[in-house]
């Protein structure tokens, strides 16, 4: 498809958003036990308060767009991103011009696992470039309850306004300053439209997207 073809080209958000710029921060305590005299550092042995480990659930829509979304995609979490995405999911990006048939402004599910696929593996693309890293941050704004024409009389869908702050750094053999390496940055306005995961009781995925003007 032409548009899956250009998101490979890694030049639409949500790849995007591509994304996609700092990870969500993840924090590791190792505890390194010696012999002898040395101290005892640990919060246990010190009495210090340490602060809650950041949840990248989807226990809520905050954490399921602004921190679950950030994580998989800067870790490459192919399969926590397919858990994130219900069946129904498509997504819809902004037409490259006003003359773009409509049936290629839309794509479901199994073509966005399978562009972020070829993303999270690193594999090349017609130009020879792959992703190296990416960092991704998700600002949410606006939550409000969705009247999507789509949704279930029996089901409980919220749109979500954010704004997507992403890098992508790409192994690219093409650049002229001998570097190899190329950075995309993008920043951009998304839309989802979170929904409760019919699967998992008190879960939320995302059940539509779609992408919104650049931000100059």
């Not at 700092?22 to 390194?32: D, L, N, S």
């Not at 693309?125 to 890293?133: D, H, I, R, T, Y």
Request: proline share 6%; aromatic share 8%; net charge negative.
């Amino acid at each position: 498809m032409k548009n899956a073809a250009r998101r490979n080209d890694f030049l639409v958000p949500l790849m995007r958003p591509v994304l996609l710029a700092t990870p969500v921060a993840v924090w590791i305590a190792i505890g390194v036990f010696g012999c002898g005299t040395v101290p005892c550092t640990t919060p246990e042995c010190t009495g210090e308060r340490t602060e809650d480990p950041v949840d990248i659930g989807r226990g809520t829509v905050d954490s399921l767009i602004a921190v679950y979304l950030p994580h998989v995609y800067s870790t490459t979490d192919s399969a926590g991103y397919e858990e994130m995405l219900d069946e129904r999911y498509s997504f819809q990006k902004l037409p490259d011009d006003p003359d773009e048939p409509v049936q290629e402004l839309f794509w479901d599910k199994f073509e966005e696992l399978r562009i972020g696929g070829r993303m999270f593996r690193g594999t090349p693309n017609l130009a020879g470039q792959s992703v190296e890293s990416i960092t991704l941050n998700v600002n949410v704004g606006s939550k409000t309850p969705s009247f999507d024409t789509d949704q279930p009389d029996d089901e409980n869908w919220i749109d979500v306004f954010a704004i997507i702050d992403m890098t992508v750094v790409l192994n690219d053999p093409g650049q002229s300053d001998g570097t190899g390496i190329l950075n995309l940055l993008i920043d951009s306005e998304q839309k989802f439209v979170a929904a409760d995961d019919r699967d998992s009781a008190g879960l939320w995925v995302v059940v539509k997207q779609e992408d919104r003007a650049r931000i100059n």
